[in-house]
Nanobody, 118 residues
Framework: QVQLVESGGGLVQTGGSLRLSCAAS????????MTWYRQAPGKERELVAT???????NYADSVKDRFTISRDNAKNTLYLQMKSLKPEDTAVYYC????????????WGQGTQVTVSS
């Protein structure tokens, strides 16, 4: 079992910055890829950025060059540095971890709200 707890969300003005964190605990040794997703009101959850255990990253086109995903494996923490925020970035941001043992399991955090005011 893996537990994920996000933090760092809040209210920010357009053009501002925020850094989200996702602290993992439990059987963290099994974690491979970690991903940030977001879900805006009335919309489906969408992938924001993902990072593999080797550090390879991938971003949604809408956040490229504005968001940076990183992870500190020693601290079992995932980060999302967000800059040049736009109102359309307003959403609940969720952390996801893929755990690989003899099977593959998905774990989710409870989400953290990011609101960008215009």
């Amino acid at each position: 079992q893996v537990q994920l707890v996000e933090s760092g969300g809040g209210l920010v003005q357009t053009g501002g910055s925020l850094r989200l964190s996702c602290a993992a605990s439990g059987d963290t040794i099994c974690i491979s890829a970690m991903t940030w997703y977001r879900q805006a009101p009335g919309k489906e959850r969408e992938l924001v950025a993902t990072i593999t255990s080797a550090g390879s990253t991938n971003y949604a086109d809408s956040v490229k060059d504005r968001f940076t995903i990183s992870r500190d494996n020693a601290k079992n923490t995932l980060y999302l540095q967000m800059k040049s925020l736009k109102p359309e970035d307003t959403a609940v941001y969720y952390c996801n971890a893929v755990c690989k043992t003899w099977s593959v399991a998905d774990y989710w955090g409870q989400g953290t709200q990011v609101t960008v005011s215009s």
